[in-house]
């Protein structure tokens, strides 16, 4: 057997393929054990992959490397529930610059932002800029909100969206800016 063969089948070879949305961890560990002889026990290393965790965490693991340094922040889980705006109404007309009331239905019990979107056709649109921020956390929500100056147009309309990650968000029916 070559020097090169000897120490292949002598290391731990691990290996981390990440694919699109799925993720597989093995470990390659070479018997050693004799003819007629048992396995010592806890000679083994545990490899565990999947959600929740990312591809470079269970590599790390998998290479016998800490889990997470002792000041990391544990995993969250994601926010869940829903966000239904309430006001304004369709087709109402706002003035760039002014200030209104907008409403909605909160099942997440995060703080929200809302952003003044425009809809650019084609099922895109854009966040024009922050109507109002951190707003409050409770089952139904009001804030006043001030619109960015931006062109006139038909077809504006509001995201009530939870602060952070933006994971839960509520839209608002198109509504006219005048200028």
């Known amino acids: 057997m070559s020097r090169a063969a000897s120490v292949a089948t002598n290391l731990a070879v691990t290996a ?3 694919t699109i949305g ?3 961890v093995i470990t390659l560990t070479p018997d050693r054990t004799e003819a007629g002889s048992r396995p010592p026990a806890g000679g083994g290393r545990t490899v565990t992959a999947g ?3 990312s591809a470079a965490r269970a ?3 998998a290479l016998g490397a800490p889990a997470a340094p002792s000041g990391a922040v544990p995993f969250t889980p994601p926010v869940t529930g829903r966000i239904e705006v309430t006001a304004p109404r369709a087709g ?4 760039s610059n002014s200030s209104f009331a907008v409403a909605w239905k909160n099942s997440t019990g995060e703080k929200v932002n809302v952003w003044l979107r425009a809809d650019l056709g084609h099922g895109f649109s854009q966040r024009m800029g922050l109507a109002a921020t951190r707003a409050g956390a409770g089952a139904t929500g009001e804030a006043i ?3 960015p100056p931006v062109p006139p147009g038909r077809h ?3 995201e009530v969206a939870t602060t952070g990650n933006a994971a839960v968000r509520g839209f608002s029916r198109p509504f ?3 200028g």
């Open 16 to 18: 981390a393929v990440t």
């Open 22 to 24: 799925c993720m597989a």
């Open 51 to 53: 959600h929740p965790g």
């Open 59 to 61: 590599a790390t693991s």
């Open 92 to 95: 109402i007309g706002l003035r």
């Open 145 to 147: 909100a001030t619109l």
């Open 156 to 158: 504006y309309f509001l």
């Open 176 to 178: 006219t800016v005048t």
